[in-house]
Every structure is written in C-alpha cells, then in structure tokens.
C-alpha cells in the first residue's frame, strides 16, 4: 500500500491534533502564539519532504536563526551529547568556538555528508561570501532505515535548497514531514515536533523554543500516564511479560530500546555558549520525561542558540561589549527549555500519520486510544 498524499501517510482523514489539542498541558508556563521554535522572533524552519515509489520515506529539515547571512551575524550557539551513537556534524567547531554560522540542517543518517555538502555550495553562492575559505555545516540525524531505503542516500542539493530557501516562521509543519518523514519513536511514527514556553516580565519575558525530530525508544508516558505500558508496546516487553498472551496493539513488539532524538533550542535570551550548553542539558531532562533511557545505540544530542542582537558575533569584530544574562536568572529558562522539549516530542507523536514502505509499516500513535489512557490517569480533558 502506497501512501496516496505528498506526506507520506497511510491513514491521515483528518488533521491529527496537537498535544493541546487532547487537554494536555505541560508544565506551568504558557506556550507563544504558535506554540513552536519559531516564537522565537527571527527563527525559520523549512521542510522537504521525500516521498518516492515504495521505497523513500525520507526528508530534510532546515532550522534558519534569522533571515540573514549567517556567517556575517553568527549567534552563540552549544552542542550537549546525552549519548553519543550519531552522526553530527560540526560539533567540533561549535563546541571550540561557541557560535553557528550557517543554518541546522536535520535529515536521515546516510545522508548527512549530501546534506552537508549541499548546504555548503549553497552558503558558499550567496552575496558577499566571494572570499570565503573555510564554512563549519551543523547537520544532525537519525536513522530512518525501518521505513527510507537509507542506503539509496536519496537526499539531493536540490531537497537541501527547498528547505533553505523555503524557510518561514509562523506555523512549523510537525509529524510525518521533512526530516521526519520515516522516523519512529516508542514503537509508532515518530517525525518532527515543536514547541515554545513565554516566560513572565517578571522572569524576563524571554522566548524559549524547541523542535524535535524523534526516532528513539523507551517506555512511552505522556504527562506521566504509562501510555506504552497501558498499550502493551514498549522496550524490553517480551522478556519482561515472557510466556503472557497478549492481544491488539500489544501483540507484537516491535519497541525499541534504540534510536535517536535531535533537539534544537532556541531562545531570545542574551546567553552565552556556556550557558547555552547548560540549556542544551535541560533538553535531555524533557526527553527522560517521555519515557526515553538514552538506550545504547540511541544518539541524543542537543543544540542551543540565542538569537539576541546583542550577543552577536560578526567577523573581524574587536573587543565585544555584550549583554550576558546572569547565572541567577537561568532557571527559569531551564524550566521552560525540559517543559518545551517534552511537548515537542508529543507533538512529533501525535501529529504523524502512519506510513507505509516496502520495508514496513509504521503506525501512527492511537489517539483514541492514548486518550482513553490519560483519562483513566487523570490527564488532559
């Protein structure tokens, strides 16, 4: 069966819904107006989403920090490894120097060094980039191979420069879309979700957002409810429920204890990379909210930016005056960054559909289903 709309599904009736949607309200601060990384004034997402014959089920995602030339305005930027099973590019540099200066790119495994080169002719073309001689590409990944035929490494430059060029703020796109077009995540169709948290004036009034693009495993829980366990599909079930029956959803386990998870961060708050690297950590601590353990073969990175103009970083500049906000006025600013995070990866979740290859089928999360769970468990309504 072939998926018969340009998303890839299998089953999309009718537009899935978000986390908020099905009552569910994670943590104590509100979202933006969008509720996604793009609340964060300045921010571009663009997707390019490959659907081709039986076999491709795969994308790429661009996440742009301003509209501008990047290598000319660079912002601040820090890289945390949870677990280190992956693919990302550009870490080095990032880590050394503690600033972005061409966009993030997410796609599939095999086809980071495509995406990578693709993105570097692109930069490299624009205006006032003539005696550029060296470009640092920030491309993370997870592994799409359950549903993409990975080894045909389909990415092209022409699917790197849509989501470039084709990069907007407002609404973000989530689910079974660009670089999370053949992703899973606990079992069921993962893809790419988004989130964001408005602090109080009275805690700065900062942006804080996040976007996910999800394949990873564990024991599902969605604001606590044992969803995975409830649906009999989670890590580890058929030694731990060896000789049971079971029936439906839980009859077969095809969980995984494996898979990854990129984690992008984006705040409008004047931070350092040291401080940057700190929020970064805080994302690890909203993915172990959703059930995930940072299995073996599981590459968990995450990546912050601020996109405040006076943290800038320009070429040649000299000595810098900037803004740097206090280590006092921090937590806030981790509380919404787990916060964010949790709720990007039930987006990433609840917004797929499922998806059909010649390698396999993926379905998409259960709503009915899930709601049932986080009824009986109090949650949501």
Request: aromatic fraction near 4%; hydrophobic fraction near 40%.
């Amino acid at each position: 069966m072939l998926p018969p709309n340009p998303q890839g599904s299998a089953a999309q009736e009718a537009p899935r819904p978000r986390a908020r949607d099905l009552g569910i309200k994670v943590g104590i601060f509100q979202p933006g107006p969008h509720n996604a990384i793009t609340d964060v004034a300045g921010i571009l997402v663009g997707h390019t989403t490959l659907i081709e014959g039986d076999s491709v089920r795969t994308g790429v995602t661009a996440i742009r920090p301003h509209g501008g030339n990047l290598y000319f305005d660079r912002v601040p930027a820090a890289i945390h490894v949870g677990n280190g099973f992956g693919k990302l590019l550009g870490v080095t540099q990032v880590r050394e120097l503690g600033e972005l200066e061409i966009p993030i790119l997410l796609t599939c495994t095999l086809c980071v060094w495509k995406a990578a080169d693709a993105m570097v002719e692109w930069a490299l073309a624009r205006e006032g980039m003539g005696r550029v001689r060296s470009i640092n590409p920030v491309v993370g990944e997870t592994n799409d191979g359950g549903l993409n035929d990975i080894r045909n490494r389909p990415i092209g430059p022409e699917d790197v420069r849509r989501a470039l060029e084709g990069a907007t703020g407002g609404a973000v796109e989530e689910g079974t879309v660009g670089a999370g077009t053949g992703t899973s995540a606990f079992g069921w169709k993962g893809g790419i979700g988004t989130s964001s948290r408005l602090l109080p004036e009275s805690l700065g009034g900062y942006s804080v957002g996040v976007l996910v693009q999800s394949n990873f495993g564990g024991v599902l829980q969605i604001a606590g409810a044992p969803v995975g366990i409830e649906l009999g599909r989670y890590a580890f079930r058929r030694q731990v429920e060896e000789g049971r029956e079971g029936e439906g959803l839980g009859a077969h386990d095809d969980s995984q204890s494996a898979g990854s998870i990129m984690m992008v961060v984006a705040t409008d708050a004047p931070l350092s990379e040291r401080n940057l690297e700190r929020v970064a950590m805080r994302a690890v601590m909203g993915l172990s909210r959703t059930g995930s353990f940072a299995g073996n073969g599981s590459g968990d990175y995450a990546i912050a930016f601020s996109t405040a103009q006076s943290v800038r970083r320009r070429p040649g500049d000299g000595v810098r005056a900037i803004e740097d906000l206090a280590n006092d006025n921090l937590s806030a600013i981790f509380q919404a960054a787990v916060e964010a995070t949790e709720e990007a990866i039930y987006n990433s979740m609840l917004r797929a559909v499922t998806v059909t290859s010649r390698w396999g089928e993926r379905e998409a999360l259960p709503i009915e289903a899930v709601v049932e769970v986080l009824r009986r468990y109090g949650v949501g309504g």
